[in-house]
């Protein structure tokens, strides 16, 4: 279609891109990251799994030509050579380099290369999360949507109704809290988690679920402590939970 009707294609990978150099994906997962280098541009955040601060990030196109989009006059400036300055082209403009120095030492130092050291900690977060989503999903109190694809994982309590469930994965996330095992919340549609099949009734449309990410190697080793406070949580908010 692209060769028919002549759009872009863009990825946004701001999150997962780097997992393209994890080796132990999903069939699926690794069959769609085989395919972005035939995209026309992509996002990725170096901020995110790239291990540099809040702000870093990177626009990368496949054709340098699109530079001509973002280029910007100055009476001033970017004199020294007939050819585009990156200051007429990229996003930053005259800002400082300092962001963009600090991922080019960083990617010296952890090489984006498959089975070296970064692509290896990637690697280890993924299964972490999936270590914690099997204890997940063989409890009874718990629904799991799916199996990880990268390392966040999220689930829900169970419970007769939709809107109790919300009410208690809150619960879950301050007793969890107490204990220094930080979630997050978020709310998705139910048919997400498929709520009414597991026998939820459905009496409001979104459902308020927990969240982990698992981003960091040290997670493989504390996946099973994870679990055990998660555990320790979910008892606590179940026994105080009020009864219909």
């Excluded at 204890?135 to 689930?155: N, S």
């Excluded at 009734?201 to 504390?222: F, G, I, N, Y």
């Amino acid at each position: 279609m692209r060769e028919r009707y002549g759009f872009r294609l863009h990825a946004d990978a701001a999150y997962g891109g780097y997992f393209g150099l994890a080796d132990n994906l999903a069939v699926e997962t690794r069959a769609a990251y085989d395919r972005l280098g035939e995209v026309d541009s992509i996002v990725i955040d170096p901020h995110k799994h790239g291990l540099q601060p809040y702000g870093c990030g990177c626009v990368l196109f496949r054709d340098p030509a699109v530079g001509r989009f973002y280029k910007h006059d100055s009476p001033y400036t970017y004199f020294s050579s007939a050819d585009l300055h990156l200051g007429e082209i990229s996003l930053e403009c005259s800002r400082p380099g300092a962001a963009a120095v600090g991922l080019w030492a960083t990617q010296k130092l952890l090489p984006l290369v498959k089975g070296g050291e970064f692509a290896r900690m990637l690697g280890e977060g993924r299964a972490a999360a999936l270590a914690l989503f099997e204890q997940v999903r063989a409890d009874a109190r718990f629904l799991a949507a799916f199996a990880p694809e990268l390392d966040i994982l999220v689930w829900t309590p169970r419970a007769a109704r939709v809107s109790e469930a919300s009410e208690l994965a809150r619960r879950i996330f301050a007793e969890a809290a107490r204990r220094n095992l930080h979630l997050a919340l978020a709310s998705l549609p139910v048919e997400f988690f498929n709520a009414e099949a597991a026998g939820m009734q459905r009496d409001q449309a979104s459902m308020t679920c927990l969240r982990s990410v698992l981003m960091k190697p040290e997670h493989r080793q504390w996946a099973q402590r994870i679990w055990e406070f998660l555990d320790q949580a979910a008892s606590v908010a179940l026994a105080r939970a009020p009864r219909p």
